[in-house]
């Protein structure tokens, strides 16, 4: 029953520093996805995978970059962290290859950037 | 404006109160509605998909007004577990979902 797991579940950095989020689910599914919750805001898509193999920008892709290592894996890195991204990111995944279905979300987690 | 907006509240209600929240969005060709609930530090997670038909879950109905480019959602009888903020969902074209910024409910006893 783990569903979509990521990790770290907190994490704080220095600005200039880098970092991999990991995510991984276990329920076969194409699509993955990375978001970033911030206050007051809705959640913002920075990239996705459609399928493995397949990455493409979200809304808010900038300063980051994605990996799809396979079917279950899908990485997020910050190059050089920066304070605008302290934020909650969320890594989900949704069975077909279409961003408009039900999406399985991790528990998230957060980042601070000092 | 933003693609989709929602009333941050917070709604306080008593238990067993009736409550509605709307959710409006900006693109009429979206096709896809959800309401989707997010408890405190927690991942959100699918309350209900919304059909133009409109749906009900027990104590919860989601409808959608395409004419005024807004959804609802209903809770009856609330109950203490409701609390929690629910996030509206559009998927105003394909490849894509918008999130509001949610409206926060609580329900006392």
């Known amino acids: 029953n783990a569903g979509v797991t990521q990790t770290p579940k907190f994490q704080v950095l220095k600005t200039g520093q880098s970092m991999t989020l990991q995510c991984a689910q276990d329920?076969?599914?194409?699509?993955m996805y990375w978001y970033r919750q911030d206050p007051g805001m809705g959640l913002r898509l920075i990239y996705y995978s459609a399928s493995e193999g397949t990455t493409d920008k979200g809304e808010v892709p900038n300063g980051y970059n994605v990996s799809r290592l396979n079917k279950r894996e899908f990485s997020l890195r910050l190059e050089s962290a920066a304070p605008s991204q302290t934020s909650v990111y969320f890594c989900?995944?949704?069975?077909?290859?279409?961003?408009?279905?039900?999406?399985?979300f991790g528990s998230g987690t957060q980042l601070s950037v000092l | 404006r933003k693609e989709v907006e929602q009333d941050p509240g917070p709604f306080n209600v008593p238990e067993g109160a009736t409550v509605a929240f709307n959710c409006t969005y900006s693109?009429?060709?979206?096709?896809?509605f959800f309401w989707y609930r997010q408890d405190c530090r927690k991942e959100p997670k699918l309350l209900m998909s919304?059909?133009?038909s409109g749906n009900e879950d027990g104590r919860f109905t989601a409808q959608l007004n395409r004419a005024s480019q807004y959804i609802s959602l209903l809770i009856r009888d609330s109950k203490l577990s409701d609390s929690a903020t629910y996030l509206c969902?559009?998927?105003?074209?394909?490849?894509?979902?918008?999130f509001g910024a949610g409206t926060r409910l609580t329900v006392k006893p």
């Open positions: 969902v559009v998927n105003p074209r394909n490849n894509d979902m918008r």
């Open positions: 989900a995944s949704s069975e077909g290859s279409f961003h408009n279905e039900k999406l399985f």
């Open positions: 329920m076969n599914h194409n699509s």
């Open positions: 693109n009429s060709a979206s096709q896809s």
């Open positions: 919304v059909y133009s």
